[in-house]
């Protein structure tokens, strides 16, 4: 199966292990992800207001790049996963929105909306089949204690993301079991990290990644994984004393395609 | 209290928002993770909004302590969406002349070598034009 691939900017910088592992894992599944070309950066958080129009174009270019290729459009990153369903949603449903976004654009023939928008966790999920990634363990991970961290951008807005129950969500549990190892369920693995404030405000930012942390550890994990790298970044710079690794890393590692990486 | 009517419809419009459909519970407040942060709260958005009591919030700092979390988004029982009204309000402040919060000269000093880019232009897309 080959789909279209949005990787983002930190992917290709900060955080090359989330898109390394990522391409590594894929290809152990029989997916090929094929890199748009001249992606441009989704913008990292999606303007909510109606008449934002110019940053959201570079996610239109890529969502018609996939539509063209007949592609579902792929990306590991929750930022940009995030951006770029939520655009299609409002390519989807405003057509006002639409209109001004294909007129301004003159891409060949309109776009609206009609692109399968798919995290890589639904890839492997909804494409390939959990039960699937299961057969495919060669490092079965027995034995750990993974505390899923979705965060804020993976699952809300519920009504626009679709991957799963914003509130009580399931998709990384069940990874996590196949890959043979115990999910830990806690409180706040759908509460903000602090995300960007952490520039202005890194008081807030430590509070908020403190209590994830914590409470994680409170239930017994002794690792987190993570989609975001912003995320990430948040919680071990403000001193997690347990791993915080992005779960295409795991994966990678359960399916015995991680020393190739390095 | 001053009342801006054409700011308020703007506000309006642009964020798609009806404040008009919040019932007063709280929950947006409740669950806003910046709550100890603000000095106008979510529900207060909506409230004030609803009034034309905008000058207020183009003042104030609460702007910036929204975290785009969408946890008020997802969790008002009536589907106002809080959030998309401080946004929009913040918008209103910062596409003015000269308004930026946020400068590239600035990022020197509070970046790290781990800094994710996402960091960057996240922070960037919220505080400035």
């Known amino acids: 199966m080959k789909v279209s691939y949005f990787p983002g900017c930190t992917l290709k910088n900060k955080a090359k292990d989330l898109d390394a592992y990522a391409y590594k894992s894929a290809e152990a599944l029989g997916v090929t992800l094929e890199e748009i070309e001249n992606w441009q950066c989704c913008g990292g958080v999606f303007t909510t207001s109606k008449d934002e129009i110019a940053t959201k174009l570079s996610s239109v270019r890529a969502l018609k790049a996939a539509n063209d290729k007949g592609q579902p459009l792929v990306s590991v990153c929750s930022a940009c996963h995030n951006v770029i369903k939520q655009t299609n949603y409002a390519m989807q449903t405003d057509k006002d929105f639409a209109f001004k976004v294909n007129n301004y654009l003159k891409e060949d023939g309109p776009y609206n909306g009609e692109t399968e928008v798919l995290h890589f966790l639904e890839l492997l999920r909804d494409k390939i089949g959990f039960d699937t990634v299961k057969e495919k363990v060669v490092n079965s991970l027995k034995g750990k204690k993974i505390a899923a961290y979705y965060g804020c951008l993976l699952l809300r807005p519920g009504k626009v993301m679709r991957m799963d129950d914003p509130e009580n969500p399931t998709i990384m549990e069940d990874l996590i079991k196949a890959l043979g190892a115990e999910p830990v369920v806690f409180a706040n693995r759908n509460e903000c990290c602090g995300g960007y404030v952490s520039m202005e405000s890194p008081a807030l930012a430590a509070k908020k990644s403190n209590a994830v942390v914590e409470n994680a550890k409170a239930k017994g994990a002794d690792m987190i994984i993570t989609a975001c790298p912003l995320c990430r970044y948040n919680l071990v710079k403000n001193g997690a004393d347990i791993p915080v690794v992005y779960f295409t890393e795991l994966l990678a590692e359960a399916l015995g395609v991680k020393e190739d990486n390095k | ?129």
């Open chain 2, 1 to 129: 209290m001053s009342h801006n009517s054409n700011l308020q419809d703007d506000i309006i419009r642009m964020s798609g928002v009806n404040p008009r459909k919040c019932m007063r519970c709280g929950k947006c407040s409740a669950t806003c993770p910046a709550y100890d942060e603000m000095e106008y709260h979510p529900h207060q958005f909506v409230n004030m909004v609803e009034n034309g009591d905008i000058e207020p919030l183009l003042k104030s700092e609460s702007l910036y302590r929204c975290l785009s979390c969408f946890a008020c988004i997802e969790r008002c029982p009536r589907s106002v969406e809080p959030a998309k009204l401080v946004e929009a309000v913040r918008l209103a402040v910062i596409r003015q002349q000269g308004a930026n919060r946020m400068k590239p000269e600035d990022v020197a000093a509070i970046a790290d070598d781990e800094t994710p880019q996402q960091l960057l232009v996240s922070a960037f897309r919220k505080y400035s034009k």
